[in-house]
C-alpha cells in the first residue's frame, strides 16, 4: 500500500518548526523553504508555523489534556506533528478535520516514528 500525499505546506510547516526547535528563525527558514512552494502552499506553509508559534501554550495544554502525558515527555517530532494537527482543528475552519488528522499520521509516519501514529490519531 502506498503512502498517503502529504500537502508540500505541511511537510514545510513541520521542516521549519523544527529547525525552530534548533534555535532558527522562522522568518528566514520559511522564506527559504516555501519559495519553490506554490502561493497557496506557501501561505499555508506560514500560517501554521506562525500559528503553532502563537499559540504554542495552549495547544501543549490541549495535547497535555488529550493524551494524558507532559509534551516535554514526547519526542519532539511527535509534539511538533501535534502541535499542527490541534492548530488546524481548533483555529483554521477551512481545513476539514480529516485531513488535519490523516495528514498529521502520515507526517509522523515520514518522521520515522511510526509507533506514535496511533497517539497522533487519538489525541
Avoid: W
Wanted: charge should be positive.
Amino acid at each position: 500500500m502506498a503512502s498517503a500525499r502529504i500537502s508540500p505546506a505541511r511537510i514545510a510547516a513541520y521542516e521549519v518548526l523544527r529547525r525552530v526547535e534548533q534555535g532558527g528563525f522562522a522568518s528566514d527558514l520559511l522564506r527559504s523553504r516555501t519559495a519553490s512552494l506554490s502561493a497557496p502552499d506557501a501561505g499555508l506553509a506560514s500560517e501554521l508555523v506562525f500559528g503553532v508559534l502563537r499559540y504554542r501554550a495552549q495547544l501543549d495544554y490541549l495535547i497535555e489534556r488529550h493524551s494524558g502525558r507532559p509534551v516535554c515527555r514526547l519526542d519532539t517530532e511527535v509534539a511538533l506533528v501535534l502541535r499542527l494537527a490541534i492548530y488546524q482543528l481548533r483555529y483554521l475552519e477551512r481545513i476539514p478535520a480529516h485531513a488535519a488528522v490523516s495528514e498529521a499520521v502520515e507526517l509522523v509516519k515520514r518522521a520515522r516514528k511510526r509507533s506514535a501514529a496511533a497517539l497522533v490519531n487519538a489525541v
